[in-house]
């Protein structure tokens, strides 16, 4: 088992940054990719990015590309997700997941365990 919590959100301007963390414990040792998703009220979840554990190779929604950036520290078994320039439609809850196998890292499916969430509010 591998648990997961974010930390980090809270309401912010347009225009402004944040940074969320999420920190794994347990079978860390399992874990082939991490990703980051979110959730808008009434919306389904979507891919925001991710990194490959060992190699650090990271992939993004082009809806975020260029202001996003994700990056991991193995030692501290966290992730991180860098968001600057955030806009409105950046407001939603934010989760980080963990796969063992992850094959179509855009598909919520492939990851095996997942954070409780974090709230970020963007305001215009």
């Known amino acids: 088992q591998v648990q997961l919590v974010e930390s980090g959100g809270g309401l912010v301007q347009a225009g402004d940054s944040l940074r969320l963390s999420c920190a794994a414990s347990?079978?860390?040792?399992?874990?082939?990719?991490m990703g980051w998703f979110r959730q808008a009220p009434g919306k389904e979840r979507e891919f925001v990015a991710a990194?490959?554990?060992?190699?650090?190779?990271?992939y993004y929604a082009d809806s975020v590309k260029g202001r996003f950036t994700m990056s991991g520290d193995n030692v501290k078994n966290t992730v991180y997700l860098q968001m600057n320039s955030l806009k409105p439609e950046d407001t939603a809850v934010y989760y980080c997941?963990?796969?063992?196998?992850?094959?179509?890292?855009?598909?919520?499916?492939?990851?095996?365990?997942w954070g409780q969430g974090t709230q970020v509010t963007v305001s215009s």
């Open positions: 997941a963990a796969g063992r196998e992850v094959w179509v890292l855009v598909r919520p499916g492939q990851y095996d365990y």
């Open positions: 347990g079978f860390t040792f399992s874990i082939d990719h």
């Open positions: 990194i490959t554990w060992n190699g650090g190779s990271t």
